[in-house]
């Protein structure tokens, strides 16, 4: 009854929507058995797959939406320390840098303790006659401040290291060389953390929508990009890939399987001079993996176009890299972009309020292999028809010549004939 079949829908589409970017679902309703799911409507299903989300490889802002989960071998991250002080989070990173600093300015304080109370300067506190390691050097707060002075080189001048203090010579050695490279590592790791190119990543911006529509007599997928800073990306280039799961001829099953998509590396087209809003084309020919794809089989697809824009930021030289997707619902069909370049009094301006905007064109909604096919099927009666008629005119040729040759026999038979009856 149809109460039933509205409950199967319902836990059907529960567990099917459930996007990887949602919280975690802490109940879990009854999976259906197989032959209920087999009875349900063919139709009611289509609807519960198409209100189905699909989970993204790569999200919208450029996030890869992987995670790396059982790792063993974790000591690689330690191998490789500065790569991960600078993949780590702001809040981690300044709490290491601070941690870092903190506890070397408190050993090499307790090793200055430690010297000032096995020599007995601290039991001699105020004797002129005494000669300490360190003047002034009272107790470990002391001892603490001698020790940021010296790695910071700050130098007050109030704490001083005396000439008849061989182990705290030895000690002022070590500590000038151990903060030289505690300074160089983390002022380094901070330097590359601030310089990171990802904030540039943030002003390239991808049209929110794919669309597929002719482009002179041709199916095309095309999607823009465009940056919003008046400083360029140099050597710009794009990428597409196709995710899509696949399986072999031997039965074998790949998933997420990536398929380069041509946007113009053949031609020189992937490098772009990208000053103002450009418009990405893929070309659907027999080299494409849309190429037997129509507008009705669009809708049935589980894929994922992943777009990769990469360059060297001009005012740095460091290689920034874009990136941002697009799932079956938005490949737009029968669409185009709007136009956003106008020419000014001497100038060109970009209207970025019509960058994501695009309108409805003429499109055939077969795929481009049949569009093809048929292109090639009205060529062909033209070619056929000329071909025709040159028989044709052959062949009236050839029987008025046959006919010329048989008058002429027959006149030269009759006289023969005339000659031999005189």
Not at 102 to 107: F, G, Q
């Amino acid at each position: 009854d149809l109460t039933s079949t509205s409950s199967m829908i319902l836990f059907l589409a529960a567990p099917m929507e459930q996007d990887v970017e949602s919280p975690a679902v802490t109940t879990r309703k009854p999976k259906l058995p197989k032959q209920a799911r087999e009875d349900l409507p063919k139709q009611l299903v289509d609807q519960v797959r198409a209100k189905r989300k699909i989970q993204r490889y790569v999200r919208k802002d450029g996030k890869c939406n992987v995670h790396h989960g059982n790792v063993q071998e974790t000591y690689r991250y330690l191998t490789d320390i500065f790569t991960t002080l600078v993949d780590l989070k702001w809040r981690f990173n300044l709490f290491i840098f601070v941690l870092v600093y903190t506890v070397t300015w408190l050993l090499f304080g307790f090793a200055w303790w430690l010297i000032a109370y096995v020599r007995g300067d601290l039991e001699h506190i105020g004797d002129n006659q005494w000669t300490p390691c360190v003047n002034n050097l009272n107790g470990f707060v002391s001892a603490f401040l001698f020790s940021i002075e010296t790695e910071t080189t700050i130098g007050y001048g109030y704490r001083v290291i005396t000439d008849q203090c061989p182990e705290g010579i030895l000690l002022l050695l070590i500590q000038s060389v151990l903060g030289s490279i505690v300074n160089a590592f983390m002022v380094g790791c901070m330097f590359v953390k601030i310089s990171q190119p990802k904030k540039r990543a943030e002003t390239l911006v991808f049209s929110t929508s794919a669309v597929i529509s002719v482009r002179d007599g041709r199916l095309c997928l095309m999607f823009r990009v465009g940056d919003l800073r008046n400083s360029h990306i140099v050597e710009a280039s794009i990428r597409a890939k196709l995710i899509k799961s696949k399986q072999t001829k031997e039965g074998e099953f790949i998933p997420l399987n990536q398929t380069d998509m041509n946007v113009g590396y053949d031609t020189g087209d992937d490098r772009l001079f990208l000053v103002s809003p450009l418009i990405i084309c893929h070309e659907i020919n027999q080299n494409s993996p849309f190429w037997e794809i129509s507008q009705a089989d669009l809708d049935k697809e589980d894929l994922e176009i992943v777009v990769i824009l990469e360059g060297m930021v001009e005012a740095t030289g460091m290689t920034c890299q874009a990136r941002s997707s697009y799932v079956t619902s938005e490949i737009k069909w029968g669409y185009r972009f709007m136009p956003v370049l106008t020419l000014e009094d001497g100038f060109y301006e970009v209207d970025y309020n019509s960058f994501h905007d695009i309108h409805e064109t003429n499109t055939p909604s077969c795929s481009a292999r049949e569009l093809t096919e048929m292109n090639c099927r009205a060529r062909l009666p033209l070619t056929w028809s000329v071909a025709s008629k040159l028989s044709h005119t052959t062949t009236l040729v050839t029987q008025e010549e046959g006919l010329e040759e048989q008058t002429e026999r027959n006149g030269d038979i009759a006289n023969i004939e005339s000659e031999s009856k005189v």
